[in-house]
């Protein structure tokens, strides 16, 4: 964030100075020669050069389903050759890139600019009606332990990698109606640059920390027989009571596998993105593009739930991930077969030893009882 | 200010050397440190983590030898050290580290964490902040000579009963012996087997050698404490014992911390060398084997495990010889899985055991010990270090453990050859 | 204006004081109150000083497993971090055409990434340990996060820098990377050279002892 705050205050320096070194560029036409339009026939022409038949200026099916067909239809047809001495060779001017590029700046940006917008509104409007929602009879500070020093570790790295990907994402989609009218063409045009390489340069990352997460944690995300009832119970957000779940409830359970899914998903489009070499021609690209930018809006839209249940939207949440230790009481409330286990095998540390823990001199522990009553 | 906070910030000052600059400019705050010490990991008391034990020099340092410390002063924003900067840390220096050394073993940056901790012991006993227990024990040593109260009457008596059960002579103030023995409180008082030894290993060997009545103690309560002048003052005792003596040799008994303040300590504690040698008794023990002075017959059919005193092979370098030793008298000997210079310390170094307060932490450190010693299956502990051993024994009667605890010199003793009557 | 100053003065102001508080700090380590040791060596301490710089590189057998992830990430950050800082091309062409006159080959661009992925990926572990784990936690100074923070700040702004094709992006990598020389001599950074130091005074009192460190 400081970086990408940093790159944009030097845009905003830089552009003014920028804009003035640079000459005025003469067109490069021969003199004698009439500018007003000679290649537009040519263009009309070339743009029919592509050897899959007529170009059609307005499509009428849906567009991924069309780059599906068409990624079919270009193995079969044979084609003319260009200079590029490459995949696409057949293809002289990428007219089709238009749908494309008009798909991506108009109805992906836009969509995703709503749901982005709409997902803060849910959760402030939730947030307002409902409140953070408290453990029945307040927190103990009693404490069990959740997760180990390396689960946490894992999770918040996965986390911040995410985090950096989604605001460099997010910039890269939405920077040119939102950013552009703020800060110019200039400012904006470093701070995407800048978002492409650390977009790019973070990507594989990614892709690392979600393996790490599926190792430390799938076996404890296996649905089991009492998720149903969670479900039904819409979770303890509807209605009265919390619902009943073991280490993990199903909605962390479903998020977990949203995670783990999606997340490969837009790994592999990304990777298939950022390394053009192994002989995908544009229209995969841009049919992983779209893969790429709608998977990973909804990741985002979710996400943001996550983290308001995981922080404000629950008591005694983000302890867990914090300190790796949860009140019993928020583990008895959510998580009521894993709580009732901890009872059992006596897994509870006091409040005292629990200030030990963390490094707090024995007669400056007090448990954290200013919730209860 | 109170008079009491300025010394003991003086000393500390004092103690900031060139090690303590690349120590504190190379520490990354990494935290590995506290996987290698039993107070934490007995414990998960991230307080007991080594190089936290050291904070009020880092603060001290950093208030007045780093850069921002300086820029702080100089805008009259430096905060300065407190009581409670000192009084806080007097439980982690004191109770929470038994000087083990296993710290520096680990740092990646190579920082010798329990040098510091001496260094801040040295700071918190001249600012008064020191346990009543380890406080009691050096003012006996400086009164009367020994922590434990011992005297000259006690170790003559002692003289006697070995006398009559080795009949052998005990040499007494024996002037130009080649070898002084000295001898730790614990062994006077608790384990008289060790002199014993002494008598029928040297008598057998031929080796000359005598006590002396001016000094016979070796403990260093001043060391344990951190006091350096005080510790001082009792390596001259012994320093004096043996000039008198005109001995070339003084033998430190197995008691680890006895060893660091004579071998290693004591000349720079009283600012010269020294004009005879040092030698730990299993380093003797070692070399007369080697010139085949010491004969050894039999063999333990027990199986029998050793547990390395930290002062005397972390710290000490006498890491081989109570393995070759051992390896003479005994058939059935294992190593424990961390054994040798990584060894786990007993709980009780530093001043720990002689510290009342501590004796609660002491124990549920020992843990640590008594699953190495589990893991090995041993009916028998064999150690080198009479601190050690007490430490040791109590453990193992407070957990109900079925394990004998042996001084590796009075094994030695048992398994003497015969000598053809002459 | 800004370029100028990037480019010019401020450049050469941060390389003095790099350049003078490292070697004033490492003078201070060196020279200052270094008291000789009146017992008797058992052994020699110069040898024991550089047994214990090497052997510092491995972590001891008998911690290895409690401290991991630690190591693992250590190495990922540090190597990373080497790699990118002395073979990046553009550091290379930077360092010939700026400071040494002379070049090396720099890496390939398929290994900077590896690099930067490892260098990255190790920083974030280490940082986020750092705040995760009770101990460091308890034991980190304001200093520690920023030394993190600014270098990570330092790497993001290299390679958004990465295509060369913005003055504007390298200006901003250039300014990272004066302020980070200026904090480094007053910084936790130090311990890049007074690890050296730090090892072998230890391994000398070890190596004196007869203990292999």
């Known amino acids: 964030m400081l970086s990408l705050v940093l790159t944009l205050a030097f845009g905003l320096q830089l552009s003014s100075a920028d804009a003035s070194n640079i000459p005025p560029q003469k067109p490069n036409v021969p003199d004698g020669v009439s500018a007003l339009n000679p290649g537009s026939d040519l263009w009309r022409e070339v743009r029919r050069r592509d050897g899959v038949g007529e170009f059609n200026e307005v499509n009428q099916g849906v567009l991924v389903k069309d780059l599906l067909s068409e990624i079919q239809r270009s193995r079969q047809v044979p084609q003319g050759i260009s200079q590029v001495n490459q995949v696409d060779s057949g293809v002289m001017i990428n007219a089709k890139g238009r749908r494309w590029a008009a798909f991506r700046m108009t109805t992906l940006a836009s969509y995703s600019g709503i749901a982005l917008a709409a997902i803060f509104v849910i959760i402030i409007t939730f947030y307002v009606v409902r409140g953070k929602v408290p453990i029945e009879g307040g927190l103990s500070g009693n404490m069990v332990k959740r997760f180990t020093d390396y689960e946490r570790i894992t999770h918040w790295t996965l986390a911040v990698v995410f985090l950096l990907l989604a605001i460099t994402g997010l910039i890269l989609l939405l920077g040119r109606p939102l950013l552009i009218p703020l800060f110019g063409k200039e400012a904006f045009a470093l701070l995407a640059s800048a978002s492409k390489e650390g977009h790019n340069l973070f990507g594989p990352l990614f892709l690392v920390s979600l393996i790490m997460m599926l190792i430390s944690f799938a076996r404890r995300n296996i649905y089991e027989k009492g998720d149903l009832t969670w479900l039904l119970k819409g979770g303890g957000l509807i209605g009265k009571g919390h619902a009943s779940g073991g280490f993990f409830n199903m909605g962390e359970k479903t998020w977990y596998w949203m995670v783990i899914l999606i997340g490969l998903v837009i790994s592999i489009s990304g990777l298939i993105l950022v390394s053009p070499n192994f002989g995908q021609g544009r229209l995969i690209m841009e049919l992983m593009h779209i893969v790429h930018a709608v998977s990973a809006m909804i990741l985002i839209v979710v996400s943001v739930g996550h983290m308001y249940l995981g922080s404000i939207g629950s008591e005694g949440a983000l302890e867990g991930m914090k300190t790796g230790y949860v009140d019993i009481n928020w583990a008895d409330a959510h998580h009521d077969r894993w709580g009732k286990h901890c009872h059992e095998e006596d897994l509870i540390v006091s409040a005292e030893e629990y200030a030990r823990m963390q490094g707090q001199p024995a007669d400056s522990a007090e448990p954290a009882m200013e919730q209860g009553k | ?422 | 204006m800004i370029q100028y100053l990037i480019d010019g003065p401020l450049w050469y102001f941060s390389l003095a004081v790099f350049f003078i508080g490292v070697v004033w700090q490492l003078i201070a380590v060196v020279f200052t109150g270094n008291k000789a040791d009146l017992s008797v060596p058992r052994d020699s301490a110069a040898s024991g000083a550089i047994k214990t710089f090497f052997s510092r590189f491995v972590p001891h057998r008998e911690i290895a497993p409690a401290i991991m992830l630690p190591v693992v990430a250590g190495y990922m950050f540090h190597l990373g971090l080497f790699a990118l800082l002395f073979f990046a091309a553009p550091h290379v062409v930077f360092l010939e055409e700026n400071l040494l006159g002379f070049g090396w080959t720099p890496m390939p661009h398929w290994a900077f990434i590896v690099a930067a992925q490892f260098a990255f990926f190790g920083l974030i572990v280490l940082w986020l340990r750092r705040l995760v784990n009770p101990v460091s936690r308890l034991i980190s100074t304001l200093d520690d996060h920023i030394a993190a923070i600014l270098t990570f700040v330092v790497m993001l702004t290299g390679c958004f820098a990465l295509l060369e094709g913005s003055t504007g992006l390298r200006l901003l990598h250039r300014f990272t990377v004066e302020l980070w020389l200026i904090y480094f001599p007053f910084s936790a950074l130090m311990h890049t050279f007074t690890f050296v130091p730090s090892r072998m005074l230890t391994g000398a009192w070890f190596g004196r002892r007869g203990v292999d460190a």
């Not at chain 2, 590796?408 to 003793?413: D, F, K, S, V």
Request: glycine share 10%.
């Open chain 2, 1 to 422: 200010m109170s008079e009491q906070l300025e010394r003991g910030l003086e000393t500390l000052r004092g103690e900031i050397d060139n090690k303590v600059k690349a120590f504190f400019s190379s520490c990354v705050r990494c935290g590995i440190c506290a996987e290698a010490c039993l107070f934490y990991t007995e414990t998960s008391d991230p307080r007991y983590t080594p190089i936290y034990k050291t904070e009020p020099l880092r603060k001290l340092w950093e208030n007045e030898y780093s850069f921002w410390g300086k820029l702080k002063s100089a805008l009259g924003m430096s905060q300065a050290m407190t009581e409670a900067d000192l009084a806080d840390w007097e439980e982690l220096v004191y109770d929470g580290c038994s000087m083990c050394g296993r710290c520096s073993m680990v740092c990646p940056v190579g920082v010798d964490i329990s040098g510091i901790i001496f260094k801040v012991k040295h700071g918190l006993s001249q600012a008064g902040f020191s346990p009543e227990g380890l406080v009691g024990a050096t003012q006996r040593a400086v009164d009367i000579g020994s922590p434990m109260g011992i005297t000259l009457t006690t170790v003559q008596a002692m003289i006697k009963h070995v006398e009559a059960d080795t009949g052998l002579k005990v040499p007494m103030d024996v002037e130009g012996a080649d070898y002084m023995a000295l001898l730790s409180s614990n062994e006077i008082a608790l384990y008289p087997e060790y002199l014993e030894s002494l008598v029928k290993i040297f008598d057998h060997a031929g080796v000359s050698w005598t006590l002396s009545s001016d000094a016979f103690e070796a403990t260093n309560a001043g060391l344990q404490l951190g006091d350096k002048s005080i510790a001082g003052q009792l390596v001259q005792r012994v320093v004096d014992g043996a000039e008198k003596l005109k001995v070339k040799n003084v033998i430190s008994p197995e008691c680890g911390h006895a060893y660091t303040a004579l071998r290693w300590e004591g000349p720079n504690f009283i600012g010269k060398a020294y004009p005879f040698r040092v030698v730990h008794i299993l380093e003797l023990l070692d070399e007369l084997k080697a010139e085949g002075r010491l004969k050894t017959s039999g063999q333990e059919s027990e199986r029998l495990t050793f547990h390395d005193p930290c002062s005397i092979v972390r710290r000490g370098g006498i890491n081989a010889q109570p393995r070759n030793l051992l390896g003479a008298i005994s058939g059935n000997f294992v190593e424990m899985a961390d054994h040798g210079n990584m060894n786990w310390c007993c709980g009780g170094g530093g001043g720990v055991s002689s510290n009342e307060r501590a004796h609660e932490l002491k124990l549920t450190a020992f843990n640590k010990k008594k699953s190495q010693i589990e893991a090995t299956g041993a009916e028998a502990l064999v150690t080198a270090c009479s601190n050690c051993r007490t430490t040791l024994e109590e453990g193992v009667e407070s957990n109900e453990m079925e394990i004998e605890v042996l001084g590796l010199t009075e094994m030695i003793a048992a398994h003497l050859e015969e000598r053809p009557a002459s």
